[in-house]
């Protein structure tokens, strides 16, 4: 297609402007390939038909009006209007060159499709400060709005982690498997494609070692769950409390106890840390990591501490996709005793727990 060209030559928005008749499921077609273009080309598609004024006896315009950015749509006008109508949107510019940077095809593309093309520069000043954003901005992006997509797409991405993790045990040929669970989210999320893995593989249960390590923030909701879980879910089970071992290194390092900084949070997830990679070692296994996308993305993690496992099994899931991964567990694939437990884990609040908690809890 010709704006397929124009994208390749540097073009951010194409303007398709048609006189296309309306056909009794037309607009549907029509919708879906400026729907895709918009996408393949990673570019804004806009496109203005003929109206209410230009129809003729035999040939009905409708008066099409569409804004579409990188496969979504983002505004479309009233069809059969016999007014004119208006569909306006803002465009992001430096998402869609961002998208362009990031994929080798479009540009190994502009190699082979490059053209002189005519450039005539326009000059804008269309907002100022106290503009509003002429577009909707989906705070959860990666969570689907209808329930019947949501539950295949958490059903996919669960598969895509369990066959991760199946040829990652294949290919080191262990049978072992230590997992730090805390009672949270993504430590739960971990350990359950855990043991869907073993399950397919037709591995022994025990095979997995649920650690939880007590610590100076620890409050008992989260302790509970998370011995409540590993017994439920049939895993080898072992409490091994750092406070002690921690209190050791706050001493030879020369830190106050009482002082609450980054030293004091880091201590504790690198001693979380050794105690799994050490009883890895030991079993013979290896370390599945518990960390999500967020938090790898903004860097909400412990460098030499809960940052690093041999595989990490959340690393491409969003924090805001978890629990519904979790619920997903819940409802599919657990008996009722068991959904129980994960229902309190989705309900508690998200924190490290690495300062001690409240009065309140």
């Known amino acids: 297609p010709p704006s397929s060209i124009a994208a390749l030559n540097g073009a951010n928005i194409i303007v398709n402007l048609s006189a296309s008749n309306e056909l009794a499921g037309k607009h549907a077609y029509l919708r879906n390939l400026i729907h895709q273009q918009s996408a393949r080309c990673f570019a804004a598609y806009i496109y203005s038909s003929a109206g209410y004024g230009e129809s003729t006896t035999d040939i009905v315009f409708s008066g099409n009006?569409?804004?579409?950015?990188?496969?979504?749509?983002?505004?479309?006008?009233?069809?059969?209007?016999?007014?004119?109508?208006?569909?306006?949107?803002?465009?992001?510019?430096?998402?869609?060159?961002?998208?362009?940077?990031?994929?080798?095809?479009?540009?190994?593309?502009?190699?082979?499709?490059?053209?002189?093309?005519?450039?005539?520069?326009?000059?804008?000043?269309?907002?100022?400060?106290?503009?509003?954003?002429?577009?909707?901005?989906?705070?959860?992006p990666f969570i689907p709005v209808e329930d019947s997509i949501l539950n295949e797409r958490c059903e996919e991405i669960i598969n895509i982690q369990t066959q991760g993790?199946?040829?990652?045990?294949?290919?080191?040929?262990?049978?072992?498997?230590?997992?730090?669970?805390?009672?949270?989210?993504?430590?739960?999320?971990?350990l359950l494609v855990a043991v869907r893995a073993f399950d397919r593989l037709g591995y022994d249960r025990a095979g997995i070692t649920g650690i939880t390590m007590p610590g100076f923030g620890t409050t008992d909701r989260t302790y509970?769950?998370?011995?409540?879980?590993?017994?439920?879910?049939?895993?080898s089970i072992r409490e091994i409390p750092i406070r002690d071992a921690v209190i050791q290194h706050f001493k030879d390092i020369g830190h106050d106890i009482n002082c609450h900084d980054v030293t004091y949070e880091n201590s504790q997830a690198r001693e979380r840390t050794q105690i799994?990679?050490?009883?890895?070692?030991?079993?013979?296994?290896?370390?599945?990591g518990t960390g999500d996308l967020?938090?790898?993305?903004?860097?909400?993690?412990?460098?030499?501490?809960?940052?690093?496992?041999?595989?990490?099994?959340?690393?491409?899931?969003?924090?805001?996709?978890?629990?519904?991964?979790?619920?997903?567990?819940?409802?599919n694939s657990l008996p009722e005793k068991e959904r129980n437990t994960l229902a309190d884990i989705v309900d508690t609040p998200i924190s490290p727990e690495l300062v001690p908690a409240g009065k309140n809890g």
Request: aromatic content about 8%; glycine content about 8%; overall charge negative.
């Open 165 to 190: 993790l199946m040829k990652r045990l294949e290919i080191t040929g262990s049978k072992n498997l230590v997992v730090g669970v805390s009672g949270g989210l993504d430590s739960t999320l971990a």
């Open 276 to 288: 799994l990679m050490d009883y890895a070692n030991k079993c013979n296994g290896i370390v599945l």
């Open 294 to 331: 967020s938090e790898l993305a903004l860097g909400w993690a412990t460098y030499n501490g809960d940052h690093m496992s041999m595989y990490g099994v959340n690393a491409g899931v969003p924090k805001t996709l978890v629990k519904y991964l979790v619920k997903w567990f819940s409802v």
């Open 224 to 235: 509970h769950n998370a011995m409540a879980l590993m017994g439920e879910l049939g895993v």
């Open 65 to 140: 009006a569409i804004v579409s950015e990188s496969g979504t749509i983002l505004a479309e006008a009233e069809r059969f209007a016999s007014e004119p109508r208006l569909a306006a949107s803002d465009i992001d510019i430096n998402a869609l060159d961002n998208e362009r940077l990031s994929v080798s095809s479009f540009r190994d593309s502009v190699k082979r499709f490059g053209m002189p093309y005519r450039e005539i520069i326009l000059e804008t000043d269309l907002y100022d400060n106290d503009s509003s954003i002429m577009r909707d901005i989906n705070p959860h």
